[in-house]
């Protein structure tokens, strides 16, 4: 097998020296050779390093749905992971203190008109001459007192759940009802269920988790040996290439425990793949700081401490020196006289560099 090879080598065109940067083959001498070629991939970034992640939601994107008054959950409409949208109905309860609140509701509205009433004979004998100015002011004192207590009344009306129009229809019908409908804080996805069909509920006890997820945040444990090695800004890939995140936030502090550093990433692509609460391995990739190439290890050759590369073209390959920015297992990220368009040797590069260098050149 030896000497076949040595034989193709010897068979090659003149280009067999080092200082010639053309290696001349024909097509059927790179076939023999199983010489592969490829296309050049333009990165700025290196991997790192791989690590552990956790998909999270960022807490300014999280609510409970709370029970607004104490009574007895009658009704759960919404599943885990459903979509819902603001002020849709969630769930349903059945409220005593509700009632107590509609009645304090109605009262304080009777007064106010009451009050509006005496306020609009008050103006009319103010303006006969009939009543002192004194008198006036009392009863428009009376009145603001009883206008601040009817919207006090009805301002508990609202923090217990009722919407405006349900008001209005209170209004219109004093009729009280203790039914009281939970409505969804935010547009989100329901990611947990905290409470029982047929529980009793004291005021404020959480019944759904509700999450944004427009924005997700990957959570990152990188091993304190590594640390130094991240930084702000480095790209964050998973094991697929689907989901890209950048890192925003490296921690100030390592975990006893494990002896991890917490690094958060902002996903920016790739989010409707991922889960909440879901564990990932995620490559770390560094930004370089000019625009490379990632060509795989085996397709550079070493000479002199220098690195090259073999592009092809129409006799052959041309000899080009790059310099290597960085490695990360199997892979490169070279830079140099490039354009991208070029193919490369990816596979048989030591048979072109035995050629290149006239079988047996120097390291």
Request: proline share 3%; hydrophobic share 45%.
């Amino acid at each position: 097998m030896r000497s076949i090879i040595f034989s193709l080598l010897i068979g090659c065109a003149c280009g067999a020296f080092a200082e010639e940067m053309q290696i001349r083959m024909s097509a059927e001498q790179i076939d023999n050779l199983a010489i592969e070629v490829g296309s050049l991939e333009p990165s700025r970034h290196l991997s790192v390093f791989y690590a552990p992640a956790r998909v999270a939601v960022p807490v300014n994107r999280e609510l409970l749905l709370t029970a607004s008054q104490p009574g007895l959950l009658t009704q759960l409409q919404a599943n885990l992971g459903d979509k819902v949208q603001k002020g849709q109905v969630l769930a349903q309860m059945h409220s005593p203190e509700l009632v107590a609140l509609q009645q304090q509701y109605l009262t304080a509205r009777s007064n106010l008109q009451l009050a509006s009433l005496e306020q609009q004979r008050d103006k009319t004998l103010l303006a006969e001459g009939v009543i002192a100015e004194r008198r006036w002011q009392e009863t428009q004192a009376m009145h603001n007192s009883k206008a601040a207590l009817a919207d006090e009344a009805k301002q508990l009306l609202l923090m217990a759940g009722m919407t405006a129009p349900d008001i209005s229809a209170l209004d219109k019908t004093r009729k009280l009802d203790s039914l009281l409908n939970l409505r969804a804080p935010i547009s989100g996805v329901v990611l947990e269920r905290l409470a029982t069909l047929g529980s009793r509920l004291d005021i404020q006890a959480p019944i759904y988790r509700i999450g944004d997820l427009s924005e997700l945040w990957l959570e990152i444990n990188i091993p304190q040996e590594r640390m130094d090695s991240v930084h702000i800004g480095d790209w964050v890939e998973d094991e697929t290439g689907r989901v890209r995140a950048k890192i925003t936030l490296l921690g100030q502090s390592v975990n006893r425990e494990n002896q991890t550093l917490l690094a958060r990433a902002a996903v920016q692509g790739g989010a409707d793949n991922l889960r909440v609460g879901q564990h990932l391995s995620v490559q770390i990739k560094q930004a370089g700081q000019q625009t490379g190439f990632k060509v795989p290890n085996a397709a550079i050759a070493q000479n002199s401490g220098r690195s090259y590369v073999f592009v092809r073209n129409a006799e052959g390959f041309t000899v080009t020196e790059v310099d290597v920015l960085g490695r990360q297992d199997a892979e490169s990220l070279i830079s140099g006289p490039l354009k991208g368009q070029e193919r490369i040797a990816v596979r048989g590069a030591v048979a072109l560099k035995a050629n290149w260098l006239g079988m047996g050149g120097d390291e």
